[in-house]
């Protein structure tokens, strides 16, 4: 397929529907793709219309949305349709939380794993998401976290240590 990407971008999404076993495949294509923008929309237009959508597809969306589409004008819709979709699960909602950005309403996704005391794997990815954040804010903020479990305070101690 890397041969023909021209051909493969008219095709992608049935690629993204019609062969859910082959994502990951799809998944490290994407970055020989050219048209970015072409993926996302897409991407977005297959979220919108399957509701049944597996759990492996969802996740190897967000590595797509993470390495290849946040620089579209698409990037905040993906996101918010991943989160909010109907097959999306707990794996899926993690691997959004810990993309380490601090724009398309991801602090705000974020903030509530963080503050209310959880100590499960959506408050985990969520700390890890904050390691773009700006230091100080993201050190008073996982202090706050650590203090629900030693697992937080685990996880806090590694991220703080972050440049």
Known sequence: MRAYPDEVEERFPYFLTAFPNLIKTVASFCSYLV???????????VLKQETNLQEFQLFWFCVILESNLLKTRYASDILS???YHPSATRITQARLLEIPDERFGLPELRNP???????DWLA????????????SSRNY????????????????DVIVDMP
Request: aromatic share 10%; hydrophobic share 50%.
């Open 35 to 45: 048209n970015k923008e072409l993926i996302a929309e897409a991407m977005l237009e």
């Open 81 to 83: 349709s991943l989160f």
């Open 113 to 119: 794993y963080l503050a209310t005391g959880q100590s």
């Open 124 to 135: 985990w990815a969520a700390a890890v998401g904050t390691r773009a954040a700006h230091k």
């Open 141 to 156: 903020q996982l202090t706050y976290f650590a203090n629900a479990s030693p697992m937080n305070r685990l996880i806090r």
